[in-house]
């Protein structure tokens, strides 16, 4: 990891430049780094489930925003966003139906 010193261009900034590097804030100190290869990362049965949970709650989230019907009325918590309150909603409900699932099961 290459730290950046008294370039005016990279400074401050942090994101990656095509598939090549990313530049990284820590600190308060700009780094380069290669670009991180994930092709032999293997993901857990639990990983993978949720990742296909929260696209489906993305998807409902999207939805919600996408119709003007359903944002105007879709209840807001504070200041939150209608998509991420719409997001939140939709994981909670996820967890409340999985707690009810695994008690049943249990019994």
Not at 48 to 69: G, H, L, M, Q, T
Not at 87 to 99: C, G, I, N, P, V
């Amino acid at each position: 990891m290459a730290e950046v010193k008294e370039n005016f261009v990279v400074q401050g900034s942090s994101g990656r430049i095509g598939k090549l590097v990313v530049n990284k804030i820590i600190n308060g100190k700009t780094f380069i780094t290669k670009y991180p290869d994930r092709s032999k990362v293997i993901y857990t049965k639990e990983q993978i489930e949720f990742r296909e949970i929260f696209a489906k709650a993305a998807r409902f989230a999207s939805e919600i925003v996408n119709d003007p019907v359903k944002s105007s009325t879709y209840p807001r918590q504070g200041r939150k966003s209608i998509y991420h309150c719409a997001l939140s909603d939709y994981m909670t409900e996820y967890k409340r139906k999985k707690a009810e699932g695994s008690s049943a099961n249990a019994e």
